[in-house]
């Protein structure tokens, strides 16, 4: 036997505890269709490059949304598709037939691809592109029973119509971002049906503190998004008033390792969730320069390997 040859009880490599990837937001995608956007196929291109396996739809129809266009750029790069994305404002009754066509839409197509959650992102009570007040920040009680009880809602549709999972995604100006409403969120809803997308810089941006999240409801998050937060941007942004999306703006949302949640911390508390959990890398920057996501991801993805994430 040739000595170059490994024996039969030698190990091969250790197979990485989550499945990580990354998504068009940290291309700078927000919407399906903008002309100040990373082309997709440059941005499949370069997610691949980069390193990733897995990735997210984004905003249905920033990708084909067409199964047979899609399928073939996604193989010739050897990518693999995580989930979907929908959002709506489910807190209003009369919107959830309108929201669970879209979810149902985005779902078949995804789950043709094998792919097993749709995150919901809840409405922002603060318009996305220009900061404006659309609503009240705060919910009735009648408001939070539709939101708890629709996300049940799609989540059983869900389910039932396609076998995907329902993962709700807490976010900065929405009615669930705090620690406090993520708790009460998931104290009013169905365990074995609804679970959670914790994003670490969404948490981090109203101050929480996700590491203790994922180690007090590690059976409820099934999905993670991880992002960071400049703490020093972060306090400028709070100073002067700012929404979210001028907070984007100024770069609020950093590297995984440079900002919160420290990155350690992190590390240690996702021992309390399964193998294969989905790690899924966002960093909000929208708009920017088309040059700029690359680079980025890159040195995301090594520091995510030598924190022994995967």
Known sequence: MSDNLPSIDQPGPARPRFRVGSAPDSWG???????????????????????YEWLELGPHGY???????????????????????????????AELPAIEAQMLEVARLASTFGAGYVVFLPAMYRDLTDGRQLEPAGLDAGQWRALTEGADHLARVLRDETGMRLVFHPHAESHVETDEQVRRFLADTDPERVGLCLDTGHVAYTHGDAPRLIREHADRIWYVHLKAVDPDVL??????????????????????????????????????????????VEQDLYPCDFDRPYPIAARTRKTLQAAGIG
């Open 235 to 280: 306090a400028q942004v709070e100073a002067e008033r700012l929404s979210f999306a001028d907070a984007v703006r100024r770069d609020v949302m950093c590297e995984p390792g440079l900002g919160v949640p420290d990155l350690d911390d992190l590390q240690a508390a996702f021992g309390a969730l399964p193998d294969g959990t989905f790690v899924i």
């Open 29 to 51: 995608v927000w919407y399906p269709d903008d002309p100040r956007q990373t082309p997709w196929t440059r941005f499949l291109d370069e997610i691949a490059r980069a390193g």
């Open 63 to 93: 990708l084909p949304a067409d199964a047979a266009a899609l399928r073939p750029e996604l193989e010739a790069r050897g990518l693999r598709l995580a989930g979907g994305t929908v959002g709506g404002p489910l807190h209003q009754r």
